[in-house]
């Protein structure tokens, strides 16, 4: 938990009990950390205390933490989250507050300019791997600010983290997540067309997949067939498609793939059932 400047981060406070936070409170409680968590839902207490975890009962409680991990769901929520009356208001000077969700990178940037107007370092640490890597501790963690924040903050990440890529400024983790989100929709749109097609032509589904897991076609979808719940997958690509609006940049299969993940969702998987 030390750095090489000399910098310790103990107490980390986590905003968010969901399906990510839940299990990153419990690997922090683990490797040593005292993880204080808020949720606007108290029924996640016992949850959070059976992992560990320290339970607050609003947001002032977590003055205390060196660093800050924020897990919830969206722009409008982040941005009322770190507002003037509520968390800027209560966190510590020098505090390292990182945005774990899934949002446009323009926010992170301009939460990180609010943040410094406090005295506080506002950075992006995006999470990859699914549900599954933050039950063991596997995921990859993509983190963005000035290189001695990031170090400062890579102890805290390791504690859940197998990979942790520092990709530059405040925003990039976002771009390098939704980078990583665009690929893994479209490759699960077209797992489910080669086996629909497979299917449709009497082969076995799951030979037909173990053996494309060994040719260029194998991809993370396909060897994790079945287990994603596509929860956030109508999200994501909206803030894919507003990434390339603002750029000028055509995405024409990322277009497609958010048309048809749409209409997946509550199919995937049923191979019978795709195209109809």
């Known amino acids: 938990m030390n750095d090489e400047t000399g910098s310790v981060i103990r107490r980390v406070g986590v905003i968010g009990a969901g399906r990510m936070g839940q299990p990153i409170i419990g690997h922090l409680a683990r490797k040593g950390f005292m993880a204080v968590v808020y949720d606007v839902d108290a029924s996640k207490r016992a949850a959070v205390e059976a992992r560990g975890g320290k339970w607050a009962a609003d947001l002032a409680a977590l003055a205390t933490a060196e660093a800050m991990l924020i897990c ?5 929520e982040l941005r009322e989250l770190l507002s003037d009356r509520r968390l800027l208001k209560h966190a510590r000077r020098d505090n390292i507050i990182a945005i774990l969700s899934t949002v ?3 926010t992170v940037r301009e939460l990180a300019q609010l943040g410094r107007n406090h005295g506080l370092h506002v950075i992006d640490a995006t999470m990859c791997r699914g549900g599954w890597a933050a039950d063991e501790g596997t995921l990859l963690s993509f983190v963005a600010g000035s290189p001695e924040i990031v170090k ?3 102890p805290v990440l390791a504690a859940f983290s197998s ?3 520092h990709t530059g400024d405040v925003g990039t983790a976002q771009v390098a997540k939704a980078v990583n989100n665009m690929i893994m929709w479209a490759c699960l749109v077209a797992d489910h067309e080669g086996l629909a097609l497979a299917q449709r ?3 076995d589904i799951e030979m037909m997949r173990k053996a494309l897991l060994t040719t260029h076609s194998a991809n993370g979808a396909l060897e994790n067939w079945g287990k994603q719940t596509m ?3 109508d999200d994501d690509m909206e803030i ?4 390339a609006k603002e750029k000028g940049l055509p995405l024409r299969q990322a277009e497609a793939v958010h048309e048809i993940c749409r209409t997946l969702k509550p199919k995937r998987f049923k191979l019978d059932e795709y195209g109809r």
């Open 163 to 165: 990979d942790i890529i």
């Open 104 to 106: 446009h990178p323009g």
């Open 72 to 76: 919830v769901g969206y722009d409008r």
């Open 152 to 154: 400062r903050l890579r």
């Open 201 to 203: 032509y009497g082969l």
């Open 240 to 243: 894919v498609a507003a990434m």
């Open 231 to 233: 929860a956030w997958a």
